[in-house]
């Protein structure tokens, strides 16, 4: 039984880990503003929702996508946002092909990847 206690232990250990990371859940996206500029591209501005947990845990990027799921542009989150919750990030000079008249902005995490709440945003309105 002594053998037992200190992988007892560990395995709490990692099962409350691994508990931080759930609760931490996937990335939102939960606003999109998007904006052409006179050259004809784009500025997202971003506002990602995620229960960041320190560095093992919190959203990474955002991006978007044009319906065939070809990979318009992203923006790179250096850093967790742990006491800034909504926060917005922007982004510009994104092409988007004048045939693509929708895009879809998708938030990523360092743990779950994609996935959580998404939006899709007109462009190229005639």
């Known amino acids: 039984m002594q053998l037992m206690k200190p992988l007892l232990s560990g395995l709490s250990g990692l099962v409350l880990l ?8 996937e990335a939102d996206v939960v606003d999109v503003e998007a904006t052409q500029a006179s050259d004809g591209t784009w500025r997202f501005d971003v ?8 560095w093992d845990h919190y ?11 070809t ?10 946002h742990d006491n800034e919750q909504p926060f ?3 982004q510009s000079g994104i092409v988007i092909p004048p045939e693509v008249k929708s895009v879809t902005i998708r938030a990523h995490d360092s743990v779950h990847e994609w996935g ?3 939006m ?3 462009v190229n309105s005639d």
Do not use: N, Y
Not at 71 to 80: A, D, K, M
């Open 18 to 25: 691994c508990t931080g990371w759930a609760i931490a859940g």
């Open 47 to 54: 506002a990602v929702l995620h229960a960041d947990a320190g």
């Open 59 to 69: 959203a990474d990027k955002w991006a978007v996508f044009a319906p065939d799921g």
């Open 71 to 80: 990979l318009l542009g992203e923006r790179v989150l250096l850093h967790p």
């Open 88 to 90: 917005t990030r922007s």
């Open 116 to 118: 959580g709440k998404e």
């Open 120 to 122: 899709v945003v007109q």
